[in-house]
C-alpha cells in the first residue's frame, strides 16, 4: 500500500478502522464480566418470565365468576389455598373458588385473572369482590419480557448491568468476550523523565505516559509500556520490535514532525513496520505516523499531549474499540451550540475539546478558551469535540457546530 499524506481525518479514521481486527474470544464468569465485550449474539433461550405469574399479592379466579360483581351485588368466592412466591398451586381454581396467591407466584390452572387484596374484602376463608373482571387481567405472561428467541444483543455490546442480568436470566454463569488487546506505549523524547524521577533543567516530565494509559484502559485495553527512549532510531527501532513482538497494537508519542530529531518513523520502518499515512489533516493532531506490521498497527503521534490525544481521538480510537470487538466503534455525532466563540480562523478541520452539557433543553458545548498543542489541562474533564470546517473564520457564540461524543 502506497503512503498517501496529508489525508483528511475521516480517512484517515477509515483507513485504521479497516485494517483493525477483532481480538478472538475467551470465557470469563460472570461476576468478571462487567464493561468486557460480548463475543456471541445473546438470544433468548427461554421466556421470561417462564410462566404466566401474578402482578400482585391478591387472588386468583375465574373471569367468569364474578362477571356480575357489584357493590350492590359483591360475590363471594372460597379460598382453597395460599401460593407464595416461587411455588405451585396444588389445587385447580374451580367454579366458585380463588387462590390466594403473591406478587411473582404462578398461575394456578383455572384462574384466568387476578385482583389485588387491596380491593377485596376477605378473611382467611373467604373473599369478596365487588367488581367484574376480564380475562387476563394483573396477570404477566410467559414471555412477556422476553420470548424464547429474541435477540437480546449482539456480539460486540458493551456487558453493563441490564446485559448482565439478563445474561444471569438466561441462565449463563460464564459469558463469552472478546479478548481485551495488549496496546504497548512508547514514549519518545531525549528530554522526558518518567513521573517518579527527579526533574533536571531542561527536562519534562513524561505526561504522555499516564494520559494514554488511562485512555486506553477506558476503553477496555490492557497497556504495557515499553519504556521511554531518546531521540535515536535504533533505540526507539527496537521498542518497537519488542512490541510487535509482544503486542497487539503499539502506539507512540514523539517524533512525527519533520525536523532533525523527529526519526519515529524511521524507527518504525527500521522495526519492519509499513508506513501508511504521514500527517492528517486537522488542528491541532496534525503531525503522526501510522503504519502496520504485519496484521499490527503501529501509530506514532504526536508528542504534544493535546495534539496527540486529539488525533487519537478523532483518528486511532474507532480502530482500537474495534480491536476490542466493539460493534459500534464509532462515536456518537452530535450538534451543539457554542457558549463561547472562537476567534481564531481555521485553515485545516479544527478539533475544539470541551464540556457538553443540556442548558434550557439545547445541548450547549463550553469549549476552554485555551486550545493549545501543549495545554493538556484543558483536556480535564472534556467529554466531547465540536468541530470547525476547514477555511472557516472565527466563529460566534450561539454558532451551532457539529461533532462527536467522547
Known sequence: MDMRENLSWTQARDLLLSLAKPMETEMVSLDECAGRVLGFDLKAAEDVPPFDRSAYDGYAFRAEDVKNASKETPVTLRVTETIPAGAVAKLPVEPGTAAH???????????????????????EETVTLFAPMEPGDNIVRRGEDVAKGTLLAPAGTIIDPGLAGTLAAQGISRVTVFRKPVVGLISTGSEGVEADEEQPEGKIRNANRAAFTALLQNEGCIVRYLGLAGDEADEISELITEGIGTCDAVILTGGVSVGDWDVTPAAMMQSGAEILVRGVDMKPGMACAYGLAGHKLILGLSGNPASSLTNFCACVLPAVRKLCGRDQPLPKTIRAELKNGFRKKSPSTRFLRGWLALSDGKAVFDAPRDQGNVVLSSTIGCNAFLLIPAGSGPQEAGQVLEGFML
Do not use: H, Q
Open 101 to 123: 396467591l403473591m406478587t411473582g407466584a404462578k398461575i394456578p390452572s383455572g384462574a384466568d385473572c387476578v385482583i389485588n387484596f387491596e380491593r377485596t374484602d376477605f378473611t
